[in-house]
């Protein structure tokens, strides 16, 4: 079945850097373009950032645009997003998707405080 397993959360001060990571299973991975979202406490999961099959397209959300950097590595069917930057309104669970495919992961957390 297919299976997300997010991983690289944690807690970190403003301003710094974290690197999520998220290994797909159960699909062919690359033939389908890669999503993050994020959920932050008592608000609707939101749209991060997505990467096309081959790794050549990226968009952002503003939000996040010139902070985030998706990537994909199809030969371990891996997605990343390197976060640098944090401000304490990316506190969230993060979570990874695959365009088309209803399954979600269990996401990871990222907590930016000081």
């Known amino acids: 079945q297919v299976q997300f397993v997010e991983s690289g959360g944690g807690l970190v001060q403003p301003g710094g850097s974290l690197r999520l990571s998220c290994i797909a299973s159960g699909f062919t991975f690359r033939i389908y373009e890669m999503s993050w979202y994020r959920q932050a406490p008592g608000k609707e999961r939101e749209f991060i950032a997505r990467i096309g099959s081959s790794g050549g397209v990226t968009n952002y959300a503003d939000s996040v645009k010139g902070r985030f950097t998706i990537s994909r590595d199809n030969a371990k069917n891996t997605v990343s997003l390197q976060m640098n930057s944090l401000k304490s309104e990316d506190t969230a669970v993060y979570y990874c998707?695959?365009?088309?495919?209803?399954?979600w992961g269990q996401g990871t957390q990222v907590t930016v405080s000081s």
């Open positions: 998707k695959a365009r088309g495919l209803v399954s």
